[in-house]
């Protein structure tokens, strides 16, 4: 018998690149997926979501930052990152947070998304991202420092640069923001799957693989 054809499934992610439970989410379910051996096909498509949408052009250092939004002790703040970089390394992800790591706008960043998406290299710039800023400590407000990471994801850069440039993408990505947050989307990572299924937030490889298997087989979820 032909091999049975993985089982596709539709998701949506809404998240920001600086947004480190967003990577543990989506690492989380490329590990369900992996381990579902070829019985399931992820097709994900990303959304923007700014966590900072009034972040300066300078950025702002990380623990500044945690300390005066979250209200966190530099101890709470070391504990939370020591938390992260363990849950990361336990997904194959190297978090590299230190003294000098800053939150940037992420605007830019979103607007070369959107235009990945046309592209067909969307989820190859996400990881680029995702991967220049918490492995390497680059600064993806930059636009030179985005057409760069454009092209170690497929994509040219001198065109990633123009996007950058004319601000072609930029009233979509405002329009896509503003959608997602009038469905109630006010937090993330958040995903939806197969246009129903909100998942908010990271969960567990296990809970993902469970609800893979029960989306494939199409049981109703409750």
């Known amino acids: 018998m032909p091999p049975t054809e993985p089982h596709p499934i539709r998701v949506e992610i809404v998240s920001d690149v600086v947004c480190p439970w967003c990577l543990i989410g989506y690492r989380q379910t490329r590990a369900a997926e992996s381990r ?8 994900i498509t990303w959304h923007p979501f700014e966590l900072n949408p ?6 702002q250092g990380l623990r500044e930052h945690v300390a005066e939004k979250y209200g966190a002790t530099p101890a709470q703040s070391a504990a939370a990152r020591a938390r992260i970089s363990a849950l990361g390394a336990d997904l194959g992800f190297r978090f590299a947070f230190s003294d000098d790591s800053r939150i940037v706008n992420t605007f830019a960043a979103h607007q070369l998304l959107h235009w990945a998406e046309t592209q067909g290299h969307q ?9 220049a800023y918490f492995s390497q400590g680059r600064d993806v407000s930059d636009p030179a420092v985005l057409a760069d ?4 994801a497929g994509l040219d850069p001198v065109e990633a640069a123009a996007v950058l440039a004319d601000g072609r993408c930029a009233d979509a990505v405002r329009a896509a923001e503003q959608m997602w ?33 029960r989306l494939a087989s199409g049981a109703q979820i409750v």
């Open 149 to 152: 990471i454009a092209a170690e």
């Open 181 to 213: 947050l009038g469905r109630g989307i006010n937090g993330v990572p958040a995903m939806v799957f197969e246009g129903t299924y909100l998942v908010s937030g990271a969960q567990s490889v296990a809970g993902f693989v469970t609800l893979f298997e």
């Open 123 to 131: 989820t190859a710039l996400q990881e680029a991202l995702f991967a």
């Open 54 to 59: 009034d972040m300066p052009p300078q950025g």
């Open 36 to 43: 579902l051996a070829g019985a399931v096909r992820l097709d």
